[in-house]
């Protein structure tokens, strides 16, 4: 009988988190292991249906900042199912699943870190600073998905010890692969034909450094008439970010498709994607783009362990007019040679599930 783990979210909103964790199950071994995932109240979607016909249950719980109730309702779980491993990947928010789990003599208690911290988002980064050595405290099982991540969350002598066990952000390369179907599709749904497309899949958060994408695609649009920019998703900053466009004059360039169940499809109608965060654990739209052949323009806030493609470039947040000379430089790539770098390298969701399986066998 196949054992019955844990996996606590946050809210879901379209996030990179909630998509690795449910890709992950996808490919699990279900006769090994099974997820019962925790979700909160305030989602823009539940868990869905196709996991759930896979073997997953699903618990919608109080949200996170309603800390009491919150402990309340993961204990309630823990104690009606008996969890030997209960796998978290709120990053320092984790702190409170986990203390509901160390209440319930939970003997394996993972922490799964995904993110760091940007240094502009003073009271964000304040709040992770305070949690950050309680979640330590706490976990049995401290990971992380890139070595970025684990020295933020864990220090860097417990990484250089070995302490930190690192899963990759692995994606599906068969998803995501490049499909002219596909891209024929959502050009014609967009009105794309003879555009050159500037893709970028990202909740409207500080974070994503929006504002900054609006300011390279304005020195960009002066070099190539044919360009668009699409954004993909939805979030707080998203009529800041409408306005900003307007003050630039590139409104009239800019698709704004709000939430997309689609992103496979829209990777193969974009030409190239470009993520100039402030911060990230391991984006896994930026794998994502790789496993669909585009080119990838990084800030260098992003670790380096994204370069898993000859397609990868680092740029500095300094100068939008670095990225649009960049941008200028990028001609038509080699879609399926960059995309077969990406299956065969060590982001490849099959290869990150059984490091997975092999981990929590070891739990012993």
Not at 10 to 35: A, H, P, R, T
Not at 161 to 166: R, Y
């Amino acid at each position: 009988m196949a054992e019955r783990i844990l996996c606590i979210l946050g809210k879901l909103k379209s996030g990179g988190v909630e998509s690795i964790m449910f890709s992950y199950y996808k490919f699990l071994d279900k006769e090994k292991y099974q997820y019962d995932f925790v979700y909160e109240e305030g989602s823009e979607y539940d868990v869905p249906d196709e996991l759930i016909d896979m073997g997953a249950r699903a618990y919608k719980v109080s949200s996170v900042s309603s800390p009491i109730k919150y402990i309340g309702d993961i204990r309630r779980i823990i104690k009606k199912n008996g969890y030997r491993i209960v796998h978290s990947n709120l990053n320092t928010l984790s702190v409170f699943s986990l203390f509901a789990a160390w209440q319930c003599g939970v003997k394996y208690r993972i922490l799964h870190n995904h993110s760091t911290s940007s240094g502009v988002e003073k009271k964000r980064d304040l709040i992770k600073k305070i949690l950050r050595p309680f979640n330590k405290m706490l976990t049995t099982a401290p990971c992380a998905c890139s070595e970025l991540a684990a020295r933020w969350m864990y220090g860097d002598r417990a990484f250089e010890k070995g302490n930190i066990k690192v899963f990759r952000n692995g994606v599906d390369p068969e998803r995501f692969s490049y499909n002219s179907d596909y891209r024929s599709e959502i050009r014609k749904e967009f009105n794309l034909e003879n555009k050159r497309v500037i893709g970028h899949i990202g909740r409207f958060m500080t974070q994503k450094n929006h504002l900054f994408i609006i300011d390279i695609f304005y020195e960009y649009s002066k070099i190539d008439d044919t360009a668009v920019l699409m954004l993909v998703g939805s979030g707080e900053l998203f009529d800041s970010v409408r306005e900003y466009a307007k003050e630039k004059g590139v409104y009239d360039r800019i698709i704004f498709t709000g939430v997309r169940r689609d992103v496979e499809k829209l990777y193969s109608a974009f030409d190239v994607f470009i993520l100039p965060s402030l911060y990230e654990g391991l984006p896994v739209v930026g794998m994502e783009a790789c496993a669909a052949g585009l080119p990838l323009l990084l800030s260098t806030n992003i670790t380096r362990e994204c370069s898993v493609t000859d397609a990868v470039a680092f740029l500095p947040i300094d100068s939008p007019s670095v990225w649009a000379e960049e941008l200028v430089k990028i001609k038509d790539a080699d879609r399926q040679k960059i995309a077969e770098q990406m299956a065969h390298g060590p982001y490849n969701i099959r290869a990150c599930v059984k490091e997975l399986e092999e981990y929590y066998s070891n739990l012993k």
